[in-house]
C-alpha cells in the first residue's frame, strides 16, 4: 500500500493511497460538513441516535457529525490502521483491521437491539474506492450483524412474554426426567437439519449409525423415522406452534428432547423424556440462582441449527458435521421428504390449485431471490441470510472441527465442507458409543411446593424493581433514572420492547415530557403483566402423581 501524507496549501492535512485522494486538496472540512448534510436529514425528527462511519478517513467526518448532529453517538471503521492512528478525531468508538477483534465481535460488544433505534451508516466513497475488497467485506458484516439485530429485535417484540410465561410454567409444572453429565465425549457429532441435501446422506448415517451421536432438529424427525434412525437428542427452542407440530406427525414415543425453559409448554405430555438447559436470559437465570440448581448454559443463536452447535460443542471433543443444512431451497423443494409441511401444501391443494402450483406459489412468496450453480436453480430470502449469519463461528472456535456434508451454494463461514468419502473416514476410526451412558435419570429436582416458592419470590423481586422505577420517575420527572435499575430494564426488553425504544425516541427528539409519559405507562403495563403472572403462579395447583 502506497500511502503518503501531505499538507494543502490551506494548511489542512491530507492522504492519498494508491494515488487516490482520501480527502479534498482545496477544503477537506468543507467537503465533510456537504457530505454529511446529503447523509443526513437535520429535521429535528430524523437526526440520528447512532451514526456508523465506514472509511472514517482522517477525522473530517467526525467533526462534521459533531457540527451538524450534537449528541449522537459516532463509531467509527477504519480501512487503515496507518489511517487510524493518524486520525485527529476524538470521542469515537473505533475498529481498524489490525485490532485484536473481529468486526463482528466489536459490533457485538458496542451495538445492542435497542440501539438500532435511530441507527444509520455512511460510507465515505474515496476509502470505499481505494480499499475495495476491505470495504465490501466490512460492508457484509454490518449489514448482517444490523439485520440480525432487527430480526431479533422483532422476535422479542412478538415473543418476549410468551418467553417469560412459558419459563415460569415450564419450571413450575414440568420435571425433567433426565440431564445430561457433565464432561466431553470423544465420539463425532452430527447433527441433521431438514434441508432437501439431507436424504444424499442417509445411506451413511445408516451404515455408522452407532460411531456417531445424532442431534436432531424437529423438522427432521419425519425424514429420520422413514429410514428408521431414532435420534440421541432433539433440539426444540421455538417457543410456539411448530415445535408441537413436527412432534404430532412423529409416531414413535421415547424421544430424549432438551430445550430451553422457554420453550413450548406441554413437550411433558408428548409421551417423550424431557430435559432442560439454561440460556443466559435475565428471567431463567434469576430463576435458575434462586432454585440453587445448576443447568448447562447454552447462547442462544436465533435458529435452532446454531443452538444444536452450541450443545454439541458441549458434548464433543470430536467433529461436528451437519448434514441437511442447506439455508436454501433446491428450486422449489424447501425441505427434505417427508417433512411435516407437506400437510399445509396437501391441505391446500385441489383441483383449481394442483399441488405443484401451492408449492411453486410458496417458494416464490418465501425465497423470492435465485441462483443457478452447477446448472441447479436455488432459491433463498432474506430471512434464510440471516439464519446464515447466526452460524458465523467466533474466535473462540476457530480450532473447532465443526463440518458440512453436502453443502449448498451458501457460505457459512467458520464451517468447512467436506465429502461423503471424508465423512466415512471419520466413521470407521470412532468406536461404538453408547450415547446413554452420557444420560443421567436423576435430576434432584425440588418439589412442587419449593418450585412455586421461588417463583413467587423471583416476581415479587421484580414487582418491587418496577415500584421502585415508578416512584423515582414521579420524584425526579427524569426518564433517564430508568438505566439505574439493570433488573427493570430487563424486564422491559422482554414485557414491553416497543415502549422502551418508544422512551428513547421521544427523548431524543421531543423532549422529557413526552418520554415521561411513556416511561409512566411502561411501568403500568409491567406492573400489570407481573401481576398477572404472580396470580396465575399463586393458584396453580401440582399435577404430579
Known amino acids: 500500500m502506497d500511502l503518503h501524507h501531505f499538507e494543502n496549501k490551506n494548511g489542512f492535512l491530507s492522504v492519498s493511497i494508491n494515488n487516490t485522494r482520501i480527502h479534498s486538496q482545496y477544503d477537506p472540512e468543507k467537503e465533510a460538513l456537504r457530505f454529511i448534510k446529503t447523509k443526513l436529514n437535520t429535521g429535528i425528527s430524523f437526526r440520528p441516535s447512532t451514526i456508523i462511519i465506514l472509511g472514517a478517513g482522517l477525522g473530517y467526518l467526525v467533526n462534521a457529525v459533531k457540527v451538524i448532529s450534537p449528541g449522537t453517538r459516532i463509531i467509527t471503521v477504519y480501512y487503515s490502521q496507518p489511517l487510524y492512528e493518524n486520525s485527529f478525531a476524538s470521542g469515537t468508538v473505533s475498529w481498524h483491521d489490525k485490532l485484536n477483534i473481529s468486526l463482528p465481535d466489536f459490533l457485538k460488544n458496542n451495538i445492542g437491539e435497542l440501539d438500532t433505534e435511530g441507527l444509520i451508516t455512511i460510507e465515505w466513497p474515496p476509502c470505499a474506492r481505494a480499499f475495495s475488497g476491505l470495504s465490501n467485506y466490512v460492508n457484509r458484516v454490518v449489514y448482517q450483524f444490523i439485520n440480525e439485530l432487527t430480526g431479533n429485535l422483532r422476535t422479542t417484540l412478538y415473543t418476549g412474554k410468551r418467553w417469560i410465561k412459558n419459563t415460569f410454567n415450564n419450571f413450575l409444572h414440568h420435571v425433567p426426567d433426565f440431564k445430561l453429565k457433565t464432561g466431553k465425549t470423544h465420539t463425532p457429532v452430527i447433527i441433521a437439519a431438514s434441508g432437501p441435501s439431507l436424504h444424499k446422506t442417509a445411506p451413511m448415517l445408516k451404515k455408522f449409525r452407532n460411531s456417531y451421536i445424532l442431534l ?106 451437519f448434514a441437511g443444512l442447506d439455508l436454501c431451497y433446491f428450486d422449489i423443494k424447501s425441505h427434505v421428504q417427508p417433512n411435516s409441511f407437506d400437510f399445509y401444501y396437501y391441505s391446500s391443494s385441489d383441483r383449481y390449485h394442483p399441488l405443484y402450483t401451492e408449492i411453486f406459489s410458496f417458494a416464490m412468496q418465501r425465497a423470492p431471490h435465485t441462483k443457478l450453480d452447477n446448472g441447479v436453480k436455488y432459491r433463498f430470502s432474506d430471512a434464510l441470510r440471516t439464519y446464515t449469519g447466526s452460524f458465523n463461528i467466533s474466535s473462540c472456535h476457530a480450532d473447532d472441527n465443526v463440518y458440512r456434508i453436502f453443502p449448498s451454494p451458501v457460505k457459512i463461514t467458520g464451517i468447512n465442507n467436506i465429502t461423503l468419502q471424508t465423512l466415512k473416514g471419520i466413521m470407521q476410526k470412532t468406536h461404538f458409543h453408547d450415547f446413554y451412558e452420557s444420560i443421567n435419570p436423576k435430576t434432584d429436582y425440588p418439589d412442587f411446593k419449593k418450585r412455586k416458592q421461588v417463583l413467587l419470590t423471583v416476581i415479587d423481586n421484580w414487582l418491587k424493581s418496577v415500584q421502585n422505577t415508578r416512584s423515582n420517575l414521579q420524584s425526579t420527572g427524569d426518564p433517564g433514572v430508568l438505566i439505574n435499575d439493570a433488573r427493570f ?53 401440582t399435577d404430579e402423581t
Open 216 to 321: 436432531a432438529l424437529p423438522s427432521s424427525l419425519l425424514f429420520l423415522d422413514s429410514i428408521n434412525l431414532k435420534p440421541d437428542l432433539v433440539v426444540v427452542t421455538d417457543p410456539n406452534f411448530y415445535s408441537f407440530y413436527h412432534f404430532a406427525n412423529y409416531k414413535n414415543t421415547g424421544l430424549h428432547i432438551i430445550m430451553p425453559f422457554s420453550a413450548p409448554t406441554g413437550m411433558h405430555n408428548l409421551r417423550h423424556h424431557v430435559s432442560f438447559f439454561c440460556q443466559p436470559y435475565f428471567f431463567e437465570h434469576e430463576i435458575v440462582k434462586e432454585s440453587g440448581l445448576y443447568f448447562m448454559n447454552i447462547v442462544p443463536k436465533g435458529t435452532v441449527a446454531a443452538t444444536a452447535l452450541e450443545l454439541a460443542l458441549n458434548l464433543t471433543d470430536r467433529e461436528i458435521i
Open 489 to 541: 430494564l430487563n424486564l422491559s426488553y422482554y414485557i414491553d420492547p416497543q415502549l422502551l425504544i418508544e422512551i428513547k425516541r421521544k427523548a431524543r427528539l421531543h423532549g422529557t415530557k413526552p418520554a415521561m409519559d411513556t416511561a409512566l405507562l411502561l411501568c403500568k403495563n409491567e406492573y400489570y403483566f407481573l401481576n398477572n403472572l404472580r396470580k396465575t403462579i399463586k393458584e396453580a395447583e
